[in-house]
T-cell receptor, first 114, second 114 residues
Framework: ETGVTQTPRHLVMGMTNKKSLKCEQH?????MYWYKQSAKKPLELMFV???????ENNSVPSRFSPECPNSSHLFLHLHTLQPEDSALYLC?????????????FGDGTRLSIL | DQQVKQNSPSLSVQEGRISILNCDYT??????FLWYKKYPAEGPTFLIS?????DKNEDGRFTVFLNKSAKHLSLHIVPSQPGDSAVYFC?????????????FGTGTQLKVEL
């Protein structure tokens, strides 16, 4: 399924760099999400946006800064990351905010921090 | 402490036989459960869900069973096909108040052999 597109697919950056992850959904959904999946750990919800407004911040460090300019686009701005931030970052979207609305995931960005 | 547990990291089944994937949860507030399937280098895709007012939900070859008293659910795939080989994630949420905040398990790698 290509309804949710994430770029780049892979990213290697140093701890002092600033980079951004991009997510775009073509499904007409209103809610968008960022998840983190570290090795051997479950997917962890980071942020939720509904109609461009942030509705959930799951105690994410401030070195991760999300931005949602419209319901179709979601960014995750990264700065001064740590080696433990190396992970797969997944974006998802859903029609509404009810849990009965399945979340549709992108293929993720594999992030490596040197 | 993980609230959703998939204690079998891997499962191998012969083509045509039944695959049974298990999931346990500890949070008694969870009342909506989902299964997602993930192929390598792709994002998770929604498979099937169940609300706690039901004990079974069926969709083609996939059936999810919920035992609320035991805080246990299982996904049955019958007959299993080679294309079912993937990682299966169990997820849980609260219908009211939990919104779209999913808590995931660590996944079970299913391999369907010819």
């Amino acid at each position: 399924e290509t309804g949710v597109t994430q770029t780049p697919r892979h990213l290697v950056m140093g701890m002092t760099n600033k980079k951004s992850l991009k997510c775009e959904q073509h499904l007409g959904h209103n809610a968008m999400y960022w998840y983190k999946q570290s090795a051997k750990k479950p997917l962890e919800l980071m942020f939720v946006y509904n109609f461009k407004e942030q509705t959930e911040n799951n105690s994410v460090p401030s070195r991760f800064s999300p931005e949602c300019p419209n319901s179709s686009h979601l960014f995750l701005h990264l700065h001064t990351l740590q080696p433990e931030d190396s992970a797969l970052y997944l974006c998802a979207s859903s029609q509404g905010t009810g849990v009965e609305q399945p979340q549709h995931f992108g293929d993720g960005t594999r992030l490596s921090i040197l | 402490d993980q609230q959703v547990k998939q204690n079998s990291p891997s499962l191998s089944v012969q083509e045509g036989r039944i695959s049974i994937l298990n999931c346990d949860y500890t949070n008694s507030m969870f009342d909506y459960f989902l299964w997602y399937k993930k192929y390598p280098a792709e994002g998770p895709t929604f498979l099937i869900s169940i609300s706690s007012i039901k004990d079974k939900n069926e969709d083609g070859r996939f059936t999810v069973f919920l035992n609320k008293s035991a805080k246990h659910l299982s996904l049955h795939i019958v007959p299993s096909q080679p294309g079912d080989s993937a990682v299966y994630f169990c997820a849980a949420s609260e219908l009211t108040g939990g919104g779209n905040k999913l808590t995931f398990g660590t996944g079970t790698q299913l391999k369907v052999e010819l």
